[in-house]
C-alpha cells in the first residue's frame, strides 16, 4: 500500500526536459543566505577584478551600469533541489568587467559583502553565462536576494551565484570557497548532479 502523509510532496519523476535530475518545479523564490543579509546602498557599492599577477580593476554603480547591461530569462536550480523556471533578470555580462584584461587565469573565487565566497572555472563565467545582476523582475534586486547586485551564473548551481557581491579574484589554481570548502562540488552542473563531492 502507498502511504502519503498530507504534507508530502511528490518528487515524481518529472516529465519535464528542462528540469535536471533530482530538482523539482518551485514556483516561490525561496531565500537561501548562510548568515545576515549585507545592506549596502548603491552610492557605497565597489565592484573590483583582480588578476592573478595583482592587476586591480575597480568600478562604482554608475561605472559598472556604463557597462551595457543586458535582460536575461533564464532558468535556476539550487542545490536543495528546486529549481524556477524563466526567471527575468538584468545585469552586466562578466565578460565586460574581463575585457582587455592580462590574464592566463583559470579559475575565479567571487567576494561579497559579508564575507561569502564560491570558486567557479574561469570559463563559467564568460562567454555570455554569467552577469552581475541588479534587477529582478523588473525591480531593483530586494536585498535578500543579492542586491542591489548578485552574480547570476544560471547554469551552475545557484550557490554559486554569489549575492551582494564586490569582487573577482583571478586565479591560476582553484580555491575552494564557503560551501566548497563545506563538501559542495567544485563545479556544480546540475544536468551532472555535481552537488557533493
Ligand atoms: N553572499 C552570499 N551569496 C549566496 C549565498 C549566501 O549565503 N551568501 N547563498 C547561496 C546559495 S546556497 C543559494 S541557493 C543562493 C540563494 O539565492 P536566493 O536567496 O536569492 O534564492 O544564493 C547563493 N549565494
Ligand atoms: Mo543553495
Known sequence: ?????????????????????????????????????PRIREDDWRFTVTTERGER????????QALGPERITTDIH?????????????GVPVDRFLDGLDTSASFVLAGCYGGYTTNLPLDDVRGGKAWVAFEYDGQPL?????????????????????????????????????????????HGDPWREERYR
Not at 539550487?78 to 538584468?90: D, I, L, N, Q
Not at 548578485?150 to 545557484?158: A, E
Not at 551565484?161 to 580555491?175: G, I, P, Q
Open 1 to 37: 500500500m502507498a502511504v502519503f502523509s498530507p504534507g508530502f510532496r511528490g518528487r515524481r519523476r518529472s516529465t519535464n526536459p528542462n528540469l535536471p535530475p533530482g530538482q523539482y518545479e518551485e514556483s516561490g523564490f525561496p531565500v537561501l543566505t548562510a548568515g545576515i543579509t
Open 57 to 64: 580593476r575597480e568600478w562604482d554603480w554608475a561605472g559598472m
Open 78 to 90: 539550487c542545490v536543495t533541489s528546486w529549481s524556477k523556471f524563466g526567471t527575468e533578470w538584468r
Open 142 to 186: 530586494p536585498a535578500e536576494h543579492g542586491g542591489p547586485a548578485r552574480l547570476l551564473v544560471p547554469h551552475l548551481y545557484f550557490w554559486k551565484s554569489a549575492k551582494w557581491v564586490n569582487s573577482l579574484t583571478l586565479l591560476e589554481h582553484d580555491r575552494a570557497g564557503f560551501w566548497e570548502d563545506l563538501g559542495y562540488h567544485m
